[in-house]
C-alpha cells in the first residue's frame, strides 16, 4: 500500500509516518499541497492522508485532487486529520471519505488508512 501524506508540519508529519510503517505501507511525504500535486503528477498513492492547519489549505487541495481525471489520481480514497470537530457534512462534500480529531492513536490510524484501501464499499459514511 502507499500512502501520500500531506502535512505542513515536519514534527507533526514525522510521527504520523512512524505510526503509518505499522500498517506496512510505503510513505511519501509532502510538506505542502503544492509539492503533493507535484508528486501526484508521477506516483499513484492507494490513500491520501491529509493534515494542513488551515481549512482553507485543505478545501484546496482536495479540489485539486479530484479535478484530476482518475487515471492521475482523481478518485484516490482521502483521510483528513484535523484539530477540531469539524463538520463532517462539509469535509464529505469536500471531497474527503473519512475525518479522525486530533489526537489520534496510531492503530486509529492505521485502521483508517486500511479500511480506505479496501473496495469504495467499505467507506464509511459521515
Not at 479530484?66 to 482521502?78: C, D, I, K, M, Q
Request: charged share 25%.
Amino acid at each position: 500500500m502507499h500512502i501520500l501524506l500531506v502535512c505542513d508540519d515536519a514534527e507533526r508529519g514525522e510521527l504520523f509516518a512512524q505510526a503509518l510503517k505499522y500498517a506496512d505501507a510505503l510513505i511519501t511525504m509532502c510538506a505542502s499541497p503544492d509539492e503533493a500535486n507535484a508528486v501526484m503528477e508521477r506516483l499513484r498513492a492507494n490513500v491520501l492522508v491529509v493534515e494542513l492547519r488551515t481549512a482553507h489549505d485543505r478545501a484546496r487541495f482536495i479540489a485539486a485532487v479530484r479535478a484530476l481525471p482518475s487515471e492521475r489520481g482523481g478518485h484516490v480514497p482521502a483521510l483528513v486529520l484535523t484539530g477540531s470537530h469539524d463538520d463532517d457534512e462539509a469535509l464529505r462534500a469536500a471531497g474527503f471519505q473519512l475525518h479522525l480529531t486530533m489526537p489520534v492513536r496510531a492503530v486509529e490510524l492505521c485502521d483508517a488508512v486500511a479500511m480506505l484501501a479496501r473496495e469504495p464499499a467499505a467507506w464509511p459514511r459521515l
